[in-house]
């Protein structure tokens, strides 16, 4: 078993989506495989869609006998889910990953979705080699986070739902609340000044990494912030989270 190889598994509120990774390069070594997540995202539904996609995975030629990281929209506390985002609420105060390493018969490392896409980007992409701290966000549904130090993974960070003008301010930040308002760029880009200048002025960043589907639109609203700051698209946009499980797999392993 080679420990640069690992499978990653992104487990999201509308797919489920996961590949053998080369660890070395941070490269995907298998065809991507996508199932639809079950309709009300209920526990049991949601392993057992994981088991037949780890099964359609690990066919790959080797892939059988490695590591298996895998990503979930939740705060993730030993093992344990302590919240649940568009799944269902019966994820909440779970023991996941035991769950999962029965339904799926092998053991797993579990996390949660925005650091598994946090440490992607610091070992394979934006913060790659990048000394201090980065937060990772990423703008979609809500507002996603990731705190690294030195490269070194600070969990469970929750910096979506800062209270900003009294309400949680990832409802009127995330790329969700643009498409709802049907926000210009301008406009949007003036809610995120407004949070990214509060996370920046309490923990005084060296680097924001912006990450979610809209990234690959990044020169329409980034150039409009005036942070100290610098800050710059993710690398890894789709596959980050399957990277980011995979690695964090065989971190764990070790």
Same mark, same amino acid.
């Given at each position: 078993?080679?420990?640069?190889?690992?499978?990653?598994? !992104?487990?999201?509120? %509308?797919?489920?989506?996961?590949?053998?990774?080369?660890?070395?390069?941070?490269?995907? &070594?298998? !065809?991507?495989?996508?199932?639809?997540?079950?309709?009300?995202?209920?526990? %049991?539904?949601?392993?057992?869609?994981?088991?037949?996609?780890?099964?359609?995975?690990?066919?790959?030629?080797?892939?059988?006998?490695?590591? $298996? #990281?895998?990503? =979930?929209?939740?705060?993730?506390?030993?093992?344990?889910?302590?919240?649940? *985002?568009? $799944?269902? !609420?019966?994820?909440?105060?779970?023991?996941?990953?035991?769950?999962?390493?029965?339904?799926?018969?092998?053991?797993?490392? =579990?996390?949660? /979705?925005?650091?598994?896409?946090?440490?992607?980007?610091?070992? =394979?992409?934006?913060?790659?080699?990048?000394?201090?701290?980065?937060?990772?966000?990423?703008?979609?549904?809500?507002?996603?986070?990731?705190?690294?130090? /030195?490269?070194?993974?600070?969990?469970?960070?929750? &910096?979506?739902?800062?209270?900003?003008?009294?309400? /949680?301010?990832?409802?009127?930040?995330?790329?969700?609340?643009?498409?709802?308002?049907? &926000?210009?760029?301008?406009?949007?880009?003036?809610?995120?000044?407004?949070?990214?200048?509060?996370?920046?002025?309490? &923990?005084?960043?060296?680097?924001?990494?912006?990450?979610? #589907?809209?990234?690959?639109?990044?020169? !329409? =609203?980034?150039?409009?912030?005036?942070?100290? %700051?610098?800050?710059?698209?993710?690398?890894?946009?789709?596959?980050?989270?399957?990277?980011? *499980?995979?690695?964090?797999?065989?971190?764990?392993?070790?």
């Amino acid at each position: 078993m080679s420990s640069t190889m690992a499978i990653g598994i !992104d487990i999201g509120g %509308t797919g489920i989506k996961g590949a053998v990774v080369d660890l070395s390069t941070g490269t995907l &070594l298998s !065809d991507r495989v996508k199932l639809p997540t079950p309709k009300g995202g209920r526990p %049991t539904d949601i392993i057992e869609t994981t088991r037949a996609l780890l099964a359609t995975v690990s066919a790959e030629e080797g892939a059988g006998a490695l590591p $298996v #990281g895998i990503c =979930f929209p939740a705060i993730v506390k030993n093992g344990h889910t302590m919240s649940a *985002a568009n $799944v269902s !609420d019966k994820w909440i105060g779970l023991a996941a990953e035991k769950l999962f390493e029965k339904g799926l018969g092998q053991p797993i490392h =579990f996390v949660n /979705d925005a650091d598994a896409a946090g440490y992607a980007e610091s070992q =394979f992409g934006a913060a790659k080699g990048v000394n201090g701290v980065v937060i990772m966000t990423t703008l979609g549904t809500g507002i996603g986070t990731a705190l690294l130090n /030195d490269g070194v993974l600070v969990p469970n960070t929750e &910096l979506g739902h800062l209270q900003i003008e009294g309400v /949680d301010y990832e409802t009127k930040a995330a790329y969700s609340a643009k498409e709802r308002e049907h &926000l210009s760029w301008e406009k949007w880009a003036g809610r995120l000044q407004k949070y990214y200048a509060t996370v920046e002025a309490l &923990l005084s960043p060296d680097l924001f990494i912006v990450g979610g #589907g809209v990234s690959k639109h990044h020169q !329409d =609203f980034l150039p409009l912030l005036r942070l100290k %700051t610098p800050i710059i698209p993710a690398v890894h946009r789709n596959n980050a989270g399957i990277l980011g *499980a995979a690695a964090l797999a065989v971190r764990h392993a070790v």
